[in-house]
């Protein structure tokens, strides 16, 4: 069955760092990979989608990386700051109208 | 322009009891997904609506059944709860089409005592 893994265990790093999150994938080829920011209590916001055919995609302080050879996708949060903690969640999409299937997601802590 | 929003917010039920909970999509979105989520966990697909018809299903018993309106707002039934039920329900919109983003509603929390 197709399984999403994230990093079990939350992040902890110091403001102005860089936060590296990972997001592996099994029995999946998907076309696209989208990553979501979630806050407690509160629904998901989307954050940024990259194709199969992109390597990279960056937003503001935000990259994300897609390597469908090992299957995993990276997200990077460069000069980090305390309002970047939340929840980060991986959502790898097959093409069509299938659902979408999230994993558990990282919780990142930036502490001043 | 209002995103997707649900009703209610909070909400206290006992086992066995049914519940509806409301969503109304984002403007101009046409597709309805409902998602369940725990403490700690991600969020997991329940269904999802389009044409006031349920097109996916995940692993959800036939106690959780849902509807879609001609406007495209929708509905979560949920009968005979059971004290597992208590999570936070999640209503996404999105256009049709392939690698559509979701936008999510604040969600509707769900405690059964």
């Known amino acids: 069955s197709q399984k999403i893994e994230q990093n079990s265990e939350a992040l902890n790093i110091q403001e102005g760092k860089t936060a590296t999150l990972t997001c592996n994938y099994t029995?999946?080829?998907?076309?696209?990979l989208q990553w979501y920011r979630q806050d407690p209590g509160r629904g998901p916001v989307f954050l940024l989608l990259i194709r199969e055919n992109e390597k990279e995609k960056r937003k503001e302080r935000l990259k994300v990386t897609f390597d469908t050879t090992l299957k995993q996708s990276l997200f990077h949060i460069t000069a980090s700051q305390p309002a970047d903690s939340a929840t980060y969640l991986c959502?790898?999409?097959?093409?069509?109208?299938?659902?979408?299937?999230f994993g558990a997601g990282t919780r990142l802590a930036v502490h001043p | 322009d209002a995103g997707v929003t649900q009703s209610p917010t909070h909400l206290i039920k006992t086992r066995g009891q049914q519940v509806t909970l409301r969503c109304s999509p984002k403007s101009g979105h046409d597709t309805v997904s409902w998602y369940q989520q725990a403490l700690g966990q991600g969020p997991q697909f329940i269904f999802q609506?389009?044409?006031?018809?349920?097109?996916q299903r995940g692993n959800f018993p036939d106690r959780f059944s849902g509807h879609q309106f001609p406007n495209y707002s929708s509905e979560l039934n949920v009968n005979a709860l059971l004290l597992g039920d208590s999570a936070l329900y999640l209503c996404?919109?999105?256009?049709?089409?392939?690698?559509?983003?979701?936008?999510f509603g604040a969600g509707s929390r769900l405690t059964v005592l």
């Open positions: 996404a919109s999105s256009p049709r089409g392939p690698g559509n983003v979701l936008t």
């Open positions: 959502v790898p999409r097959s093409g069509g109208y299938n659902k979408l299937i």
């Open positions: 029995n999946y080829s998907p076309a696209y």
């Open positions: 609506y389009y044409e006031e018809e349920e097109r």
